[in-house]
């Protein structure tokens, strides 16, 4: 991530080989939390794109201005001209050789990364779930993690997951009322900080913590 001129949050992809930056988003919205798919194919990340008030009307005796609410959706852009995404309907162009291959990736083979760099910033799509105020995104092989907030006083913040395919595409509650979480390597686990203490889940939804015991634990 980089800051840009205009104090706006852009993704940025750093070519170690020359050193040259390559702006993988625009400047003219915050862009944050960038995650690889773990086949090399797209990257995934939060914008805050949506402008939904919850003041209807600027009118009245004092006047409110107006209170964007859910700003954030989830974006991803192909690295590659002509990459299909995961969350397309199915049609007569999603051939059964394409799904063979996804298969070898998940097994754990050699992930070759290439990236067309012209127009990339214009392959940008939505992920189609509703807009949140969304933070910390997390990808696996076959789900993303993010944390939404609530709204107002006292809000709580949750651990979702949006299942990566084209069925069913929703956000799903993992635990709720958390304070932070971090995806283990293999993205089957999530460690979970809940009030003073942790929990480790499976990575699915509908979860119900237990804190684990840090009584042996020395830092």
Do not use: C
């Not at 939505?126 to 807009?131: I, S």
């Not at 949750?158 to 299942?163: A, D, R, S, V, Y």
Request: overall charge neutral; hydrophobic content about 30%; charged content about 30%.
């Amino acid at each position: 991530e980089e800051t840009a001129d205009n104090l706006m949050t852009r993704i940025v992809l750093y070519e170690l080989s020359s050193g040259q930056r390559h702006y993988l988003t625009t400047d003219r919205a915050n862009s944050m939390s960038p995650q690889w798919s773990r086949d090399g194919k797209f990257i995934y990340f939060l914008s805050d794109r949506s402008f939904t008030s919850l003041v209807g009307s600027p009118w009245g005796p004092r006047q409110p201005e107006p209170y964007f609410d859910a700003k954030f959706k989830v974006y991803h852009i192909p690295l590659r001209k002509g990459e299909r995404s995961p969350f397309r309907p199915s049609d007569e162009l999603y051939k059964e050789d394409e799904k063979e291959s996804d298969k070898k990736e998940e097994a754990g083979e050699a992930v070759s990364v290439v990236i067309d760099l012209d127009g990339i910033q214009q392959r940008l799509a939505e992920v189609p779930v509703a807009a949140g105020n969304y933070r910390n995104l997390s990808a696996s092989e076959k789900t993303l993690y993010l944390t939404e907030q609530e709204t107002g006083l006292g809000a709580k913040t949750h651990l979702k997951g949006i299942k990566i395919g084209n069925e069913e595409v929703e956000v799903q509650t993992i635990v709720r009322d958390i304070r932070s979480y971090a995806l283990s390597g293999d993205g089957k686990k999530l460690l979970v900080r809940l009030g003073r203490g942790m929990a480790v889940v499976d990575a699915a939804a509908g979860q119900k913590p237990t804190t684990i015991s840090t009584s042996g634990l020395t830092v």
